[in-house]
């Protein structure tokens, strides 16, 4: 592992960062003044809930969608259209001057049962053009850019055997980009993944080769997502980060970093936490050097909530927040790294 995450347990006492109660303004305005994007995921209830909400609006510029706009919540059957939970988030960046990505139209999961009714290439194109022109009409001008395809590799570089892949091989892939322009000409345009953020995997230059074929086909994609649901357990090879930032970049491409957390085996030593810390500044620091990054997204915010140890058993306390909704004391480390960008 790269010696900068395999911190001593004496390292791991310094862990005193500045907590986001003792910033001199706010977390979200810092990261506006620095001209980034510093975001979260989040659910309908967490904007329902007062000091949930406040606490996103102090400390965050930017929100996506958790599983909102998942087609089997915003389109749960061919005539019904559920935008109630959308249209809320939507008014609530709105209102208070954030960021939205949109995420996703093309998945391998939590699609609708709609998805049964598919017989042919054909009908498929059509689904994914009729959520497509909906969603992004409806909220042209609000929602700033869009995670159109989601996780469509598998670990060995091939592409994931998806029922989208089954009908129509990668054209609906890079169709679904030309619905995306066509529905929203502003909405910046994104191919979101997992475990590919690192150049020289068989992942990585898989997903690089189709994005690099898709520039070169004029298929209008403004950037790539890495997801960085990452593990202090194995750290961060920072030199292959910023190598595939960079050959990005010179295909005039953004990266984001759309779903960061950074799990441990639970319980969880000093040890854990000063590596896990690193690893959330190391990400920081790689933005605040790579111009074409600039938006770091968190995959909710507190460990109450997480995803991590339903999915991951063993591992948690992955998230900037703790259980009581207590900002860790990276939280604070990352707000001084943005205040210095």
Not at 108 to 125: K, L
Not at 142 to 169: M, P, Q
Not at 199 to 227: H, L, N
Request: proline share 3%; hydrophobic share 40%; charged share 25%.
């Amino acid at each position: 592992m790269n010696k900068i995450f395999r911190l001593t347990v004496l390292t791991a006492g310094i862990l005193a960062g500045v907590a986001c109660t003792a910033c001199k303004k706010s977390p979200a305005a810092t990261a506006t003044k620095a001209g980034m994007y510093f975001g979260v995921a989040i659910q309908p209830g967490d904007i329902l809930d007062e000091n949930k909400a406040k606490l996103i609006v102090q400390n965050f510029n930017a929100i996506v969608p958790e599983n909102t706009m998942k087609m089997v919540n915003i389109r749960p059957t061919k005539t019904l259209w559920n935008f109630s939970d959308m249209d809320k988030m939507v008014d609530f960046a709105q209102k208070n001057k954030m960021m939205v990505r949109g995420h996703t139209f093309i998945w391998h999961q939590q699609n609708s049962t709609i998805v049964n009714q598919i017989r042919n290439r054909e009908d498929a194109f059509a689904l994914i053009g009729e959520n497509i022109n909906q969603i992004m009409t409806r909220y042209r001008g609000k929602i700033a850019c869009y995670d159109v395809a989601n996780e469509i590799f598998n670990e060995d570089g091939t592409f994931r055997k998806s029922i989208w892949y089954k009908w129509c091989g990668t054209d609906l892939y890079e169709e679904a980009f030309r619905m995306a322009r066509a529905a929203d000409p502003d909405a910046k345009l994104f191919l979101n993944d997992y475990s590919h953020e690192e150049a020289g995997t068989p992942k990585a230059e898989a997903f690089y080769e189709f994005v690099k074929s898709m520039v070169e086909k004029g298929v209008p994609i403004d950037g790539v997502g890495f997801q960085l649901h990452l593990c202090t357990d194995y750290g961060i090879n920072e030199e292959r980060l910023r190598e595939n930032i960079r050959r990005f970049a010179d295909l005039g491409l953004e990266v984001q970093f759309t779903e960061i957390d950074i799990r441990m085996k639970m319980p969880g030593s000093e040890a854990d936490v000063a590596i896990q810390k690193e690893m959330y500044e190391t990400l920081m620091r790689i933005l605040k050097d790579e111009p074409n990054v600039n938006t770091y997204m968190t995959w909710g915010y507190t460990d109450a909530t997480s995803w991590v140890p339903a999915t991951f058993h063993g591992y948690g306390d992955a998230h900037l927040f703790d259980k009581d909704l207590k900002a860790k004391p990276v939280f604070g480390s990352l707000v001084e790294l943005m205040e210095n960008k």
